[in-house]
Every structure is written in structure tokens, then in C-alpha cells.
């Protein structure tokens, strides 16, 4: 009995050191988990537009008002008190009207191609993000922005193979201070055509375009039939006649210098198939060029000169919203798309294995001085897209080696980023002008810097050089932004961070639309 006993209690004595021992591999199960994955559920599927956030359709509704500011020609229902009708006769030398269309920064020249990117990425936050502009009261508003661009680009594209891309002399105007109401400088034009090749300005247009006929598809036919037809003459130009325009107008290197046109081919056909449904557009992205063209594998910051981040995740639409008309070939394609587009983002988050070091001392991504709010807002953008791909599909999570992050982490990320813009930063400034208590009040712009009934003709500098505030507010305006270490020098003459652009803005809508309110993004643009 006693041996019995002993045997017993050693049994017994051997059976909680195995429950202990099982606690332990329990628990440090749990703590992997808890490590490597931040929710095991992606939330609940978002519907029809929830309820708005003041605080971002405020922001929304401020950040629209630059393109009035920023408008040419002659204006329709003006609500800028201070602006007025402007380079009426731009054009008239060819005998094209070229009045519309927008100034790009603080200056008065009309550059084709980060205008014509403004206008792509304006239409992709209506395609995407309609209903919360709409819920916001502000999808007529971005809509009106994008017509008054988009006539520019069809005025701008008179005849097969040729473009103008640019209405004005930089140098010229640079040398001017005044308001553009009161220009009287000769307004040059520079075309791209079959002997001066400009293939990545020729394949934005054929972008923004092409984007553009699917907004308007529903509003106007017509005019959505124009642009695609516009939107496939350009590519085919682009495609056929290949050419950097930096290269062909050397002239151009100083302003708005492009890096290559494959990321703007593969960008412009990506929109036509959208826009199109034709299943050449998607082999040319997918089969034909995308090995060579997209860098698959390899994140890319997305902006006016590349297009690479953006193409990824819109062709991942595809992937996550799967489509039974691709071919295997084309699958794959997606699919490697769709996995750079993953490689993007993980490089976003802050505790990613692969997260990016560029970012301010406050957490801001920070890529470059000179205007170096472009990136973070661009990548913020891009991030709460994916975020609503996953959410949409019910796409629980992704992967960053080895570590699962979900669609709110994205989110979540995307609004720290933008909360630090509107004033959540050690400057506690606000960097987009016209919203909140503080913000910059000498913004590099001439309209805005120069009294409404000052006659100054091109000699205006003293307006540059005063240290007072701006007498007209550049509302909507997001300013270049911090350096690194988060400070901000609010002076007129530091251009590198106090001038405003007109494709950070429309990027910067998109990322507000995405955060006016909860909803789901359409499976298809048609």
C-alpha cells in the first residue's frame, strides 16, 4: 500500500509539472500570436457612408478651395474673392484655347505634366471615395476641380500626336512677381510630338483622361466618350512614339524633371483597361511589360514622377476583387502586383519588420526637404486605399515578414500621418492653410501675397521680401511642410517649405475623402 502510494503521488507530482509545463508553452504561444498579429479578424465590412467626421470634412472641404485658387481662364462662379479672370489668350498663338486648366504652385505657368497627374489622382478619390465626398457635401466640388483640368488636356491634345504641355516661360516668370490677373509677359508653348517625343507626359494625360471618362461616365456620356477617346489616341502616341520629354526638351529638366516613362505606360494603360475593358490593356501591364516596367518586389514612393506604388495597388483592386476574365499569365501578373503593393505598405508601418527609417523625429515620413509633405501624404493615401481593398473583400491581414497587420493598422497609420499635418505636431501648426487656429500666413504665392488692387506689374518683388502676413489667404493650401527635426521656418522667400502645389492637393483630398467616414470601395469603377 505504501509503495501504491508513493507511485500515486509521484504520478501525481509528475501531472502537474506537465499541466505546468503546457501553461508555459500555452502562454508563450499566446504571446507569439499577440506579437506577430495585431487582430485575427478584419473588422466588420464596411457599407454606405457612416457617420462624418467633422474634423476631416472640415479639413476636406478646405483642402478643395486651392483649386480655385489655383484656377485659370475665365472663371465660373468664383467664390475666391481675390482671384479673378486670368491668361484668357493663353493658346491663341496656335490657335487653341488654352485659358483653363490650373497654375501648379506659388507661379503662373501651366505645366502639363504634374497637372495632368492632379487630375488622375482626383478622379481615382471619386471613383474610390465618391459617396463620402458626396455624404460630405463636396462631390460637386472635386468634380467641377476636375473638369476645369480636363478641358485644359483636351484643348491641349488638338490633333493626333500632338500635345502642348506647357503654357508659359519659367524663366520669365520667375523673374516676375504679380498677380495673374495682370501678366502681360508673352506666354510660350511647348508641344511633344513625333520628332520631340514626350512619353511620360503624353501617358499621364492619357491617364487622367482615361480616369476622368469614368467619373463622368455617369454624368455626362458625352463628354466621358470624349475623353476616352482622347485617353486611347494619347497612349497609342505615347507608346508608339517613345521619348522622354526631358530628354527631347531639355529645358524641362529644371522644373519638373521626369525620371522614365515606363511607370507612366504601365500607370495610363492600367486606367484604360479600367475604363475600357479591353483585355490588351491588362496583357500590356501584366504579360508584356510588367517583368520589365514595375519593379516587381521592390517598393517605390509614389508621386508626379513615379507612378510605380500607385499602379501596384490599383491593379491590386483587381487581384483582391478577383476578376474570372484574366488569363493565368495575367493572374500572375496581379498577383506580383498585388505583392509589391503589400511590400509598400509594409514599409509604412512603424513597427514593421521592414518599416522605412525616413521619417521626422515625430514620426512623419520624410523623404526629402524640398516639399516634404508629398510623400507622407501620398503614402497615407495609398495606405487607406489598400486598407479599404481588404475590408471590402474581407481580407483579414497581411504579412510583413513573418508579422500579420490588419486593415485598421494601415488606417491607423494613415491617420497619424494626416493628424500630424492638420496640427497634431511640435509646431502644433497647422500645414494646410485655412484650417484651424494656426498656419502658415506667408505661403510662397504670388495671387495671395500681393493686395487684390495692387498694380504692380512684373515688378512686384517687395511683395516677395515683406514680412507681413500674406494680405489674401491661399485657402486649401498645403504647404511644402517640416524639416526632419519638425520645425517649419514661416517666411515667403523659403519656397522649399512655404510653396503649395496643386498635386499634393489633390493627393491630399483623396486621403481625407478616405477618412471622412466608414464605407466601403466599389468592386468596379463601371
Known sequence: MGADSGRSKGCVGWLIVLVLAALVVTTAVIAVKKKSSHHSEPGPAPGPPGAVSNKYADALSVALKFFDVQKSGKLVNNKISW?????????????????????????????????????????WSILEYGDQMAAAKQLDHARDSLKWITDFLVAAHPKDNVLYIQVGDPDIDH?????????TEERPLIQVNTSSPGTEVAAETAAALASASLVFNTVDSTYSDLLLQHAQKLFTFADTYRGSYSISIP???????????????????????????????????????????????????????????????LLSRLHVFSSTKTSNAENVGLQMYRKTAVAVMCGLLPDSPTATSSRSDSGLIWIDQWNSLQHPVAASFLAVLYSDYMLTSRTSSFSCNGNS????????????????????NPMKLSYLVGYGRNYPQQVHHRGASIPADAKTGCDGM???????????????????????????IDSRNNSMQAEPSTYNSAVLVGLLSGLVTTSSVPLSFT
Open 83 to 123: 482671384r479673378g479672370d486670368s491668361a484668357l489668350k493663353d493658346g491663341s498663338q496656335a490657335h487653341v484655347d488654352l485659358s483653363k486648366g490650373m497654375y501648379d504652385a506659388g507661379d503662373h505657368v501651366k505645366f502639363g505634366l504634374p497637372m495632368a497627374f492632379t487630375a488622375t489622382v482626383l478622379s
Open 175 to 183: 523673374k516676375c512677381w504679380e498677380r495673374p490677373e495682370d501678366m
Open 251 to 313: 529645358k524641362v529638366q529644371q522644373f519638373y524633371n521626369s525620371t522614365g516613362y515606363r511607370d507612366e505606360l504601365l500607370w495610363a494603360a492600367s486606367w484604360l483597361y479600367h475604363a475600357t475593358g479591353d483585355q490588351s490593356y491588362l496583357s500590356y501591364v501584366t504579360v508584356e511589360n510588367g517583368k520589365g516596367y514595375a519593379d516587381w518586389g521592390r517598393p517605390t514612393w509614389f508621386s508626379w514622377d513615379d507612378k510605380r506604388a500607385g499602379t501596384q495597388v
Open 405 to 424: 497587420y490588419t486593415p485598421l493598422d494601415l488606417r491607423n497609420f494613415a491617420i497619424s500621418q494626416i493628424d500630424y499635418i492638420l496640427g497634431d
Open 462 to 488: 517687395k511683395w516677395l521680401t515683406s514680412s507681413e502676413r500674406n494680405p489674401n489667404v491661399a485657402i486649401g493650401a498645403l504647404v511644402g511642410g517640416p524639416f526632419k527635426n519638425d520645425s517649419y
